[in-house]
């Protein structure tokens, strides 16, 4: 085992490093990559135009009570907003069109409270927010992406 962790590093042993386990229980923010080690937290890819995406997010935001508005930018793809039931958390979600009908969407979130670390909240903030997503769009098939 020692000697295939050797040549091919953590990458599909199955196991989490120490710090990849502190930084998943032990931070208070966490956010979302195309090769996050977590694949909770890895970039979502759909089937939509980046006006699709924000205008959904937006609506999202503005209909829920348990979230406020911060910020937004069509122009840009950016939004922002808080968790205000609950825990508190900031979002912020940026829309980005690679190519037509194929957007990816990521999460920035930051929880607030009286210790440093959320064990886990914002990971499940937006797990959270993915599924929602997931149930209004489809997601790219991971072959066409690459």
């Known amino acids: 085992m020692v000697k295939w962790i050797k040549e091919n590093g953590n990458k599909g042993a199955g196991f989490m490093s120490f710090r990849q386990f502190m930084h998943k229980y032990f931070s208070n923010h966490q956010e979302t990559q195309?090769?996050?080690?977590?694949?909770m937290l890895q970039t979502r890819y759909y089937k939509i135009t980046?006006?699709?995406?924000?205008?959904?997010?937006?609506k999202m935001?503005?209909?829920a009570p348990e979230y406020k508005m911060n910020a937004i930018s069509k122009e840009h793809g950016?939004?922002?907003f808080y968790i205000t039931k609950g825990k508190k958390s900031f979002i912020?979600?940026?829309v980005i069109m690679v190519r037509p009908f194929q957007t990816a969407i990521d999460f920035s979130a930051t929880s607030e409270g009286?210790?440093?670390?959320?064990f886990g909240y914002s990971r499940k903030v937006i797990s959270q927010l993915y599924d929602r997503l997931n149930k209004e769009f489809n997601l790219v098939d991971e072959r066409v992406r690459k």
């Open 78 to 80: 950016e939004m922002s």
């Open 61 to 63: 935001v503005r209909n």
């Open 34 to 39: 195309d090769k996050h080690w977590d694949q």
């Open 92 to 94: 912020v979600a940026t």
């Open 50 to 58: 980046k006006d699709q995406g924000i205008d959904f997010l937006e």
């Open 114 to 118: 009286m210790l440093p670390f959320d």
